[in-house]
Protein backbone atom coordinates (compact mmCIF):
# COMPACT_ATOMS: atom_id res chain seq x y z
CA UNK A 1 0.00 0.00 0.00
CA UNK A 2 1.26 3.46 -0.80
CA UNK A 3 2.38 5.09 2.11
CA UNK A 4 2.28 9.46 2.58
CA UNK A 5 5.73 10.35 1.35
CA UNK A 6 4.55 8.10 -2.22
CA UNK A 7 1.51 10.22 -2.62
CA UNK A 8 3.41 13.34 -1.80
CA UNK A 9 5.62 12.42 -4.68
CA UNK A 10 2.83 11.76 -6.85
CA UNK A 11 1.37 15.19 -6.44
CA UNK A 12 4.40 16.27 -6.82
CA UNK A 13 4.40 14.81 -10.38
CA UNK A 14 1.06 15.73 -11.52
CA UNK A 15 2.15 19.23 -10.60
CA UNK A 16 2.17 20.01 -14.14
CA UNK A 17 -1.66 19.52 -14.51
CA UNK A 18 -3.00 22.22 -12.25
CA UNK A 19 -4.59 25.07 -13.25
CA UNK A 20 -5.37 23.15 -16.71
CA UNK A 21 -8.68 21.73 -17.79
CA UNK A 22 -9.77 18.53 -17.96
CA UNK A 23 -10.30 17.41 -22.00
CA UNK A 24 -11.71 13.95 -21.52
CA UNK A 25 -12.08 11.72 -18.28
CA UNK A 26 -12.85 8.13 -18.70
CA UNK A 27 -11.61 4.49 -17.52
CA UNK A 28 -13.48 1.42 -15.69
CA UNK A 29 -14.83 3.08 -12.37
CA UNK A 30 -18.45 3.42 -11.43
CA UNK A 31 -18.31 7.16 -11.09
CA UNK A 32 -19.31 9.31 -13.37
CA UNK A 33 -16.16 10.84 -14.75
CA UNK A 34 -17.23 12.70 -17.12
CA UNK A 35 -18.45 15.18 -14.23
CA UNK A 36 -15.04 16.64 -13.82
CA UNK A 37 -15.03 17.08 -18.36
CA UNK A 38 -14.54 21.18 -18.88
CA UNK A 39 -13.68 21.63 -15.43
CA UNK A 40 -10.40 23.16 -13.88
CA UNK A 41 -8.23 21.23 -11.52
CA UNK A 42 -7.90 24.33 -9.25
CA UNK A 43 -5.73 21.93 -6.70
CA UNK A 44 -3.45 18.76 -6.22
CA UNK A 45 -3.27 17.83 -2.62
CA UNK A 46 -2.95 14.79 -0.46
CA UNK A 47 -3.65 14.05 2.73
CA UNK A 48 -2.07 11.08 4.63
CA UNK A 49 -2.71 7.69 1.75
CA UNK A 50 -5.00 10.12 0.01
CA UNK A 51 -4.50 12.40 -3.55
CA UNK A 52 -6.88 14.86 -3.97
CA UNK A 53 -7.56 16.72 -7.23
CA UNK A 54 -9.35 19.58 -6.39
CA UNK A 55 -12.46 21.44 -8.51
CA UNK A 56 -14.14 24.49 -7.96
CA UNK A 57 -17.27 23.19 -6.01
CA UNK A 58 -16.03 18.96 -5.34
CA UNK A 59 -13.02 17.35 -5.53
CA UNK A 60 -11.68 13.14 -7.29
CA UNK A 61 -9.97 11.40 -3.89
CA UNK A 62 -7.86 8.82 -4.89
CA UNK A 63 -7.02 5.44 -2.33
CA UNK A 64 -4.22 3.19 -3.81
CA UNK A 65 -5.74 0.55 -1.75
CA UNK A 66 -2.60 -2.32 -1.73
CA UNK A 67 -1.64 -2.26 -5.42
CA UNK A 68 -2.65 1.18 -6.80
CA UNK A 69 -0.60 2.66 -8.96
CA UNK A 70 -0.30 5.51 -11.68
CA UNK A 71 1.19 6.90 -14.64
CA UNK A 72 1.51 10.25 -16.15
CA UNK A 73 2.03 10.60 -20.10
CA UNK A 74 2.33 7.10 -20.40
CA UNK A 75 -0.08 3.90 -19.84
CA UNK A 76 0.02 0.17 -18.90
CA UNK A 77 -1.31 -2.58 -20.74
CA UNK A 78 -4.61 -2.88 -17.93
CA UNK A 79 -7.64 -0.65 -18.42
CA UNK A 80 -7.36 2.76 -15.99
CA UNK A 81 -9.83 3.25 -13.30
CA UNK A 82 -9.13 6.79 -13.93
CA UNK A 83 -7.67 8.58 -17.06
CA UNK A 84 -7.68 11.99 -16.78
CA UNK A 85 -6.24 14.14 -20.63
CA UNK A 86 -5.13 17.22 -20.40
CA UNK A 87 -3.93 19.58 -23.15
CA UNK A 88 -0.05 19.04 -22.14
CA UNK A 89 -0.85 15.26 -21.60
CA UNK A 90 -2.65 12.49 -19.13
CA UNK A 91 -2.97 10.96 -15.89
CA UNK A 92 -3.83 7.52 -15.56
CA UNK A 93 -4.77 6.25 -11.85
CA UNK A 94 -4.72 2.24 -11.70
CA UNK A 95 -6.37 -0.38 -9.06
CA UNK A 96 -7.20 2.08 -7.26
CA UNK A 97 -10.80 3.27 -5.01
CA UNK A 98 -11.89 6.83 -6.39
CA UNK A 99 -15.06 8.64 -4.64
CA UNK A 100 -16.02 12.42 -5.40
CA UNK A 101 -15.96 14.66 -2.28
CA UNK A 102 -18.75 17.45 -2.06
CA UNK A 103 -17.55 21.03 -1.41
CA UNK A 104 -14.19 22.35 0.98
CA UNK A 105 -11.43 19.63 1.24
CA UNK A 106 -11.26 21.17 4.67
CA UNK A 107 -14.79 19.97 6.02
CA UNK A 108 -13.21 16.86 5.12
CA UNK A 109 -9.47 16.75 6.28
CA UNK A 110 -8.00 18.15 9.30
CA UNK A 111 -4.33 18.72 8.00
CA UNK A 112 -3.12 18.96 11.45
CA UNK A 113 -3.38 15.07 11.60
CA UNK A 114 -1.19 14.55 8.03
CA UNK A 115 2.63 13.50 9.34
CA UNK A 116 3.74 15.91 6.15
CA UNK A 117 1.56 18.62 6.18
CA UNK A 118 2.95 22.09 7.13
CA UNK A 119 -0.07 22.19 9.53
CA UNK A 120 1.42 18.96 11.52
CA UNK A 121 0.04 19.26 15.19
CA UNK A 122 2.13 16.88 17.42
CA UNK A 123 0.41 17.68 20.60
CA UNK A 124 -3.18 16.49 18.14
CA UNK A 125 -1.97 13.13 17.84
CA UNK A 126 -0.64 13.09 21.85
CA UNK A 127 -4.35 14.21 22.94
CA UNK A 128 -5.66 11.60 20.90
CA UNK A 129 -3.51 8.30 22.04
CA UNK A 130 -4.39 9.64 25.59
CA UNK A 131 -7.85 8.39 24.59
CA UNK A 132 -7.19 5.31 23.51
CA UNK A 133 -4.74 3.90 26.38
CA UNK A 134 -5.40 0.32 25.65
CA UNK A 135 -4.35 0.53 21.88
CA UNK A 136 -1.20 -1.34 20.99
CA UNK A 137 1.13 1.17 19.82
CA UNK A 138 1.70 -1.03 16.29
CA UNK A 139 -2.39 -0.50 15.87
CA UNK A 140 -1.87 3.49 16.65
CA UNK A 141 0.87 4.18 14.24
CA UNK A 142 -1.40 2.77 11.51
CA UNK A 143 -4.37 4.94 12.12
CA UNK A 144 -4.84 7.48 9.88
CA UNK A 145 -7.57 9.52 12.52
CA UNK A 146 -3.60 10.23 14.44
CA UNK A 147 -0.93 9.79 11.70
CA UNK A 148 -2.26 9.90 8.45
CA UNK A 149 0.32 8.89 6.20
CA UNK A 150 1.81 6.50 8.39
CA UNK A 151 2.02 2.88 6.63
CA UNK A 152 3.95 -0.50 7.61
CA UNK A 153 6.93 0.48 6.87
CA UNK A 154 7.16 3.49 8.56
CA UNK A 155 5.75 1.72 11.76
CA UNK A 156 8.02 -1.09 11.97
CA UNK A 157 10.89 1.28 11.40
CA UNK A 158 9.38 4.39 13.75
CA UNK A 159 9.36 1.70 16.58
CA UNK A 160 12.95 0.56 16.00
CA UNK A 161 14.33 3.48 16.01
CA UNK A 162 12.45 4.35 19.23
CA UNK A 163 13.23 0.70 20.77
CA UNK A 164 9.51 0.56 21.43
CA UNK A 165 8.17 -3.19 20.97
CA UNK A 166 5.10 -3.19 18.74
CA UNK A 167 3.17 -4.68 21.29
CA UNK A 168 3.33 -2.13 24.29
CA UNK A 169 0.34 -0.43 25.26
CA UNK A 170 0.04 3.01 24.56
CA UNK A 171 -0.85 4.10 27.78
CA UNK A 172 2.03 1.87 29.41
CA UNK A 173 4.71 4.06 27.04
CA UNK A 174 6.57 6.73 29.11
CA UNK A 175 5.52 10.46 27.85
CA UNK A 176 8.90 10.82 27.26
CA UNK A 177 9.08 7.25 25.03
CA UNK A 178 5.69 8.42 23.30
CA UNK A 179 6.87 11.94 22.69
CA UNK A 180 9.72 10.48 20.59
CA UNK A 181 7.31 7.93 19.09
CA UNK A 182 4.90 10.77 17.64
CA UNK A 183 8.15 13.05 16.67
CA UNK A 184 10.24 9.79 14.71
CA UNK A 185 6.56 9.08 12.25
CA UNK A 186 6.97 12.54 11.35
CA UNK A 187 10.96 12.17 10.50
CA UNK A 188 10.56 9.11 9.49
CA UNK A 189 8.02 9.84 6.88
CA UNK A 190 10.17 12.80 5.65
CA UNK A 191 13.71 10.44 5.67
CA UNK A 192 11.52 7.87 3.58
CA UNK A 193 10.54 10.43 0.90
CA UNK A 194 14.06 11.90 0.54
CA UNK A 195 15.14 8.04 -0.17
CA UNK A 196 11.85 7.19 -2.25
CA UNK A 197 13.42 9.96 -4.95
CA UNK A 198 16.64 9.05 -4.84
CA UNK A 199 15.59 5.18 -5.61
CA UNK A 200 17.21 4.24 -2.16
CA UNK A 201 14.29 3.54 0.23
CA UNK A 202 15.44 -0.27 0.69
CA UNK A 203 19.12 0.12 1.54
CA UNK A 204 17.61 2.52 4.30
CA UNK A 205 15.62 -0.01 5.80
CA UNK A 206 17.07 -1.04 9.26
CA UNK A 207 14.28 -4.01 9.91
CA UNK A 208 11.47 -4.11 7.67
CA UNK A 209 11.77 -7.73 5.96
CA UNK A 210 15.29 -7.82 7.98
CA UNK A 211 16.32 -11.02 9.73
CA UNK A 212 19.25 -9.57 11.60
CA UNK A 213 19.18 -7.11 13.96
CA UNK A 214 21.50 -4.29 12.96
CA UNK A 215 22.07 -2.90 16.96
CA UNK A 216 22.70 -6.30 19.04
CA UNK A 217 23.02 -9.09 15.98
CA UNK A 218 20.32 -11.22 17.35
CA UNK A 219 17.65 -12.38 15.75
CA UNK A 220 14.32 -10.22 14.48
CA UNK A 221 10.93 -11.78 15.47
CA UNK A 222 8.26 -11.22 12.44
CA UNK A 223 4.71 -11.50 13.53
CA UNK A 224 1.19 -10.06 13.07
CA UNK A 225 -0.15 -8.31 16.18
CA UNK A 226 -3.13 -6.65 17.37
CA UNK A 227 -5.94 -5.07 15.55
CA UNK A 228 -4.65 -4.59 12.32
CA UNK A 229 -2.74 -7.84 12.34
CA UNK A 230 0.03 -6.24 9.72
CA UNK A 231 3.71 -7.92 9.48
CA UNK A 232 5.86 -6.51 12.03
CA UNK A 233 9.58 -7.24 12.43
CA UNK A 234 11.22 -5.86 15.37
CA UNK A 235 14.21 -7.06 17.60
CA UNK A 236 12.77 -8.84 20.81
CA UNK A 237 16.13 -7.44 22.76
CA UNK A 238 16.31 -3.87 21.72
CA UNK A 239 12.33 -2.77 21.93
CA UNK A 240 10.85 -2.74 25.16
CA UNK A 241 7.67 -3.80 26.20
CA UNK A 242 6.66 -1.63 27.79
Not at 56 to 81: A, N, Q, T, W
Not at 99 to 118: F, H, M, N, Q
Not at 196 to 213: A, G
Request: glycine share 6%; charged share 30%; aromatic share 10%.
Amino acid sequence: MPEGPSILILREAAAKFRGKTVRRALGNSSLDLTRMEGRRVLALRSFGKHFLIQFSDFSLRVHMLMFGSYRIDERKPSPPRVSLQFDNGELNIYASSVKYIEGALEETYDWRGDVLSPEWDPRLARRRLKQQPDTLICDALLDQEIFAGVGNIIKNEVLFRTRVHPESKVGDIPPRVLGKVIAQAREYSFDFLEWKKKFELRSHWRVHTKRTCPHCGGPLSKTYPGKTRRRTFFCPNCQVKY
